[in-house]
């Protein structure tokens, strides 16, 4: 892309696959084709988060008809093709880097056969209506990225994986998956692992190797049991410690927010007020608890 530099978050919630969100942006065209990526087994999944007007676009030297590609719509480049594009204005999008290792796994879950090869337009996007959600709740992580914890990024990696093996590569179950919920001793054993990683260190797939569980599996029985996905359930813990620690007058919102698990106090008094609907002073001030700021 002939950056000097683009930020971006690394997960590998897939043994041996390492899935990457980078974000792409310049102002500054440098009126020139792109570079070309490495060739290997993998894709990139694109959320364009700005519209990209008469895209020139060639694979494996071949030039594709001129498209406009609309703000919120989603692209796929296979790299063993050589994705080539002119840069000539101004761009945005968030790439998704998914390695086939990532897409067997996500076959092998589903005790499926694996998937072959994506189906996609060359240079052309798609309105998906999933990969924008999904890469939309991303953009935060980039601009506040210490705010971000592994749970959250591997429930987008994971969820955006699978919608992509489905819709694009044709996954089918032919095994139903188990449906029910955790049991006593896993959810126990989950909930105390996430209670003790109130920053959000620890990943999805260390939980539920702790459970005896793939990834996958141990997000869809934790929220059948809880209601709620592990990430969720790590930000409603957040806030009950905060609340806790506020029936202290001695502490600090500051020392209240690092001991909660946030990122620092603006981190701490934006998510409290989304969920609870007042700011933490506000909420201290109206249970009686005076205290320093």
Same mark, same amino acid.
């Not at 030039?63 to 406009?68: C, D, G, N």
């Not at 880097?97 to 092998?108: C, N, S, T, V």
């Given at each position: 892309?002939?950056?000097?530099?683009?930020?971006?978050?690394?997960?590998?919630?897939?043994?041996?696959?390492?899935? =990457?969100?980078?974000?792409?942006?310049?102002?500054?065209?440098?009126? /020139?084709? &792109?570079? &070309?990526? =490495?060739?290997?087994?993998?894709?990139?999944?694109?959320?364009?988060?700005?519209?990209?007007?008469?895209?020139?676009?060639?694979? /494996?030297?071949?030039?594709?008809?001129?498209?406009?590609?609309?703000?919120?719509?989603?692209?796929?480049?296979?790299?063993?093709?050589?994705?080539?594009?002119?840069?000539?204005?101004?761009?945005?999008?968030?790439?998704?880097?998914?390695?086939?290792?990532?897409?067997?796994?996500?076959?092998?879950? @589903?005790?499926?056969?694996?998937?072959?090869?994506?189906?996609?337009?060359?240079?052309?996007?798609?309105?998906?209506?999933?990969? !924008?959600?999904?890469?939309?709740?991303?953009?935060?992580?980039?601009?506040?990225?210490?705010?971000?914890?592994?749970?959250?990024?591997?429930?987008?990696?994971? =969820?955006?994986?699978?919608?992509?093996?489905?819709?694009?590569?044709?996954?089918?179950?032919?095994?139903?998956?188990?449906? #029910?919920?955790?049991?006593?001793?896993?959810?126990?054993?989950?909930?105390?692992?996430? =209670?003790? /990683?109130? /920053? +959000? #260190?620890?990943?999805?797939?260390?939980? @539920?190797?702790?459970? #005896?569980?793939?990834? +996958?599996?141990? +997000?869809?029985?934790?929220?059948?049991?809880?209601?709620? @996905?592990?990430?969720?359930?790590?930000?409603?813990?957040?806030?009950?410690?905060?609340?806790?620690?506020?029936?202290? !007058? !001695?502490?600090?919102?500051?020392?209240?927010?690092?001991?909660? +698990?946030?990122?620092?106090?603006?981190?701490?008094?934006?998510?409290?007020?989304?969920?609870?609907?007042?700011?933490?002073?506000?909420?201290?001030?109206?249970?009686?608890?005076?205290?320093? &700021?």
């Amino acid at each position: 892309m002939r950056l000097e530099t683009a930020p971006y978050q690394l997960t590998r919630i897939f043994h041996r696959a390492d899935v =990457a969100i980078t974000e792409v942006r310049s102002e500054r065209p440098d009126y /020139n084709l &792109s570079g &070309s990526f =490495a060739k290997e087994d993998a894709y990139l999944v694109a959320l364009q988060v700005v519209e990209y007007a008469d895209q020139h676009y060639w694979e /494996n030297d071949r030039k594709t008809p001129v498209q406009t590609l609309r703000a919120g719509e989603t692209c796929l480049y296979d790299l063993k093709r050589d994705p080539r594009f002119l840069i000539d204005k101004p761009f945005h999008s968030l790439h998704f880097y998914i390695p086939r290792r990532a897409l067997d796994a996500i076959a092998e879950e @589903a005790h499926a056969p694996k998937v072959d090869e994506l189906s996609y337009t060359p240079g052309g996007g798609v309105d998906d209506g999933v990969v !924008r959600n999904l890469g939309m709740s991303m953009l935060s992580a980039f601009s506040c990225p210490a705010q971000v914890n592994k749970l959250f990024l591997d429930h987008v990696t994971l =969820a955006l994986t699978a919608h992509v093996a489905q819709t694009y590569g044709g996954l089918r179950r032919v095994s139903a998956h188990k449906k #029910g919920g955790l049991a006593a001793w896993q959810e126990k054993r989950a909930q105390e692992m996430l =209670a003790a /990683n109130l /920053n +959000g #260190g620890v990943s999805l797939d260390e939980v @539920a190797r702790q459970c #005896g569980l793939s990834p +996958g599996h141990f +997000g869809r029985a934790f929220r059948k049991s809880t209601g709620l @996905a592990p990430h969720q359930w790590l930000l409603h813990r957040r806030i009950q410690v905060s609340k806790m620690l506020m029936e202290d !007058r !001695r502490l600090t919102l500051t020392e209240i927010a690092l001991s909660s +698990g946030f990122a620092d106090q603006s981190h701490f008094t934006r998510v409290f007020t989304k969920t609870v609907g007042v700011t933490p002073g506000a909420w201290r001030r109206s249970c009686g608890v005076e205290a320093g &700021s």
